[in-house]
């Protein structure tokens, strides 16, 4: 099939963990469009920047989105802007602008998490913003304005940066399976992610929660 009879998905957050995994698992099935700050992708920009975001819905007609990116410990306006601000707006304005498709927003069980004593003020916000981010998605699955299907992807822990930002995992620890349970591999969610494509034109995954399960 030509590139430009493929479907269109666009991936933040694409140069890396979750993102990357999705652009290459997805390359040879979507006319795939990527963007990151950094590495080899279609769109490089800062999503904290409301002008690259704006050149990012005016120039791209997506059939599907993976809104991906987010970041974690960074100062608390970066951890705003990005991880609700971006990709609120991302899941906005596309929404307004396709008249049929997906948009998958890929959040974190931690937007169900309660908190705990002695919780850091980074993850207080992270979470907080994951939730946010759930709720929005929620209340767009719900509405059923339009024919775009969206769905909210809450997974636990994840080999990823951000995974070990929130509770380190060397690779030695995940390839010898040390640990009392196995975090995700980012190519896992990808496989999620094709599932929930998948189905009937009448059936909307509005949201899912993927937790880690112990060994044995």
Known sequence: MLAENKQRMLITGASRGVGKACADYFRDKYQVITVARTGDVTYRGDLTNLEFLKKLCREVDADILINNAAVYGKDFQ????????????????FYKKMTTGHIINICSSSANSTGW??????????????????????????????NVKVTSIEPARINTAIGESLIAVSEEEYSKQTLPWIPMKPSYIAEVIDWILSQPAHVVISSIEIQNFKKG
């Open 78 to 93: 970066t951890t705003i802007d990005l991880n609700l601000r971006a990709t609120g707006y991302l899941l906005s304005e």
């Open 117 to 146: 004593v002695g919780m850091p003020p980074e993850r207080i916000w992270y979470n907080a913003l994951k939730s946010a981010l759930k709720t929005l998605s929620k209340h767009f699955a719900d509405a059923k304005l339009k």
